[in-house]
């Protein structure tokens, strides 16, 4: 069964940091994308960063460039996405999600197996 597993979400204080991992099972991550995702309360999800399956190409939306770092260890099967400089804006479930492309547009229906979701909370 292919699964997709996030972690490392939590509650921060702005200006801090977490470090959110996506873990696959059943498949290995070598020939996929990776995106990162999040939906904050009452809003669309969006995309945040992903990165293609080599690593060799990776994109961000304006919002968290430059703070956001997205990154693969295809050996342990695992993304991550390093979180800097949060903002409460940042507030929201980060999902990721498997597919065959890392695009500019990180439209969700580029991406085809989904995790459950991890919620990071950016509050004082």
């Known amino acids: 069964q292919l699964q997709l597993v996030e972690s490392g979400g939590g509650l921060v204080q702005p200006g801090g940091s977490l470090r959110l991992s996506c873990a696959a099972s059943?498949?290995?991550?070598?020939?996929?994308?990776i995106g990162w995702f999040r939906q904050a309360p009452g809003k669309e999800r969006e995309g945040v960063s992903c990165?293609?399956?080599?690593?060799?190409?990776?994109n961000y939306a304006d919002s968290v460039k430059g703070r956001f770092t997205i990154s693969r260890d295809n050996a342990k099967n695992t993304v991550y996405l390093q979180m800097n400089s949060l903002k409460p804006e940042d507030t929201a479930i980060y999902y990721c999600?498997?597919?065959?492309?890392?695009?500019?547009?990180?439209?969700?229906?580029?991406?085809?197996?989904w995790g459950q979701g991890t919620r990071v909370t950016v509050s004082s």
């Open positions: 999600a498997a597919g065959d492309y890392c695009s500019g547009y990180m439209s969700r229906y580029e991406y085809d197996y």
């Open positions: 059943g498949f290995t991550l070598d020939y996929y994308a």
């Open positions: 990165i293609s399956s080599s690593g060799g190409n990776t």
